[in-house]
């Protein structure tokens, strides 16, 4: 099963099972706004995961200290983020009527909005539920449509070819029944299928990561692995890093009470040829950690102005008659202000736990880490 959506949210992630249909099965049934709108619930979830985790308390460490953690960011998905109404094409279609009516007549341009007519567009996006939605031709209207087409049409080339305007309304109704429409449109087979989502509530990703402690009260971090191979969707690869700054140090007042610390994060990731993801996060952390002999107990709060970009290229069914049969997009998730406070906690020597939780502009954040931290 190609792609199993994204692998399964990235291989490397580990928290996520196989999901049912994949992510270039779903979008091949969707172009241009519609694949937009379906994915961006994953474009914000996903970049408000990966903005996530990149420190556990607001005090960094001291020269040549360092952790060695593995964090866990769990993005919640909004209920509104769940469904999207699917857009129709504004370009008509023409339907060749001769064959039904016998006739010579000009053929019948419709719209999208004319063949589904009053039909619900309401379907699930990337995360709504995994039972696809389907947009439904509405056979009455579309009989009546055709009906009132061929009666103009048929009128017109009776009376042009000398037919008495007595005879022609009995004419022109005795061709409509002959055609048997409604038969004829049940045939035309409109209905349209629509994906449907992975049925998931979260966004779950892994990120292992280190933390250094440099001169100036600067803390430098890197997260990221090596490349993965796959053979269905090529290269995987994760990378980012960032540093962070002691501001207190600058303020001159002795046994300053709080750790204030500034600090600015990139990261970027590549899957196969379907998706590229940049994730920018400039933030400030203050708080207080205490050491009580072997133990130790860190709070903090954060606030941080987060960007994301999503690049999107999949495949699409030839029939759509795209160039190269593929469709490439790039996506601008909601930029603003992330807030947000954590607990740190040191039950053990030299390992560290925390949680922390969050609110973006889109999604809430769940983050917890783990791992071995000195100095």
Not at 37 to 47: C, E, H, N, T, V
Not at 148 to 170: F, K, N, W, Y
């Amino acid at each position: 099963m190609i792609k199993k959506v994204l692998v399964s949210i990235l291989t490397l992630t580990l928290a996520v099972g196989a999901f049912g249909q994949s992510l270039e099965e779903n979008l091949g049934t969707m172009l241009s706004d519609n694949a937009e709108m379906y994915l961006q619930p994953l474009g914000d979830a996903f970049g408000s995961g990966m903005n996530s985790g990149w420190y556990h308390r607001s005090k960094v460490h001291k020269m040549l200290g360092f952790d060695i953690s593995a964090k866990v960011m769990v993005a919640a998905v909004p209920e509104e983020s769940e469904f999207f109404n699917f857009a129709l094409s504004e370009t008509d279609m023409e339907f060749d009527l001769d064959d039904i009516i016998g006739e010579d007549v000009n053929p019948l341009s419709l719209s999208f909005d004319d063949i589904y007519y009053g039909t619900e567009t309401r379907t699930p996006t990337f995360f709504g539920p995994d039972s696809g939605g389907l947009l439904v031709t509405n056979q009455a209207h579309l009989a009546g449509l055709f009906e009132d087409h061929l009666r103009s049409e048929m009128t017109a080339l009776l009376t042009s070819q000398g037919v008495s305007a007595a005879l022609i309304p009995g004419l022109v109704d005795q061709a409509i029944a002959d055609a048997d429409l409604n038969n004829e449109i049940a045939n035309m087979d409109l209905d349209l299928p629509l994906p449907p989502g992975i049925g998931l509530p979260a966004l779950p990703l892994v990120m292992p990561q280190i933390a250094l402690g440099l001169p100036m009260g600067i803390e430098l971090t890197v997260r990221g692995m090596p490349d993965i191979e796959d053979e269905e969707i090529g290269k995987i690869s994760m990378y980012g890093g960032g540093l962070r700054l002691n501001v207190d140090q600058f303020i001159p007042i002795p046994l300053f009470p709080v750790d204030i610390t500034a600090g600015a994060f990139f990261s970027q990731m590549a899957i196969g040829d379907i998706i590229e993801s940049s994730n920018m996060s400039l933030g400030l952390q203050v708080g207080k950690s205490m050491n009580l002999l072997i133990f130790g107990v860190g709070v903090y709060v954060d606030a941080a102005y987060e960007t994301s970009s999503l690049s999107i290229g999949y495949d699409v069914d030839p029939e759509f008659g795209i160039e190269n049969n593929r469709m490439q997009f790039d996506m601008e998730t909601e930029p603003g202000m992330r807030f947000g406070a954590g607990l740190h906690l040191k039950l053990i020597p030299l390992t560290y736990f925390n949680v922390h939780v969050s609110q973006t502009p889109t999604n809430q954040v769940l983050t917890a880490g783990f791992g071995i931290s000195l100095r």
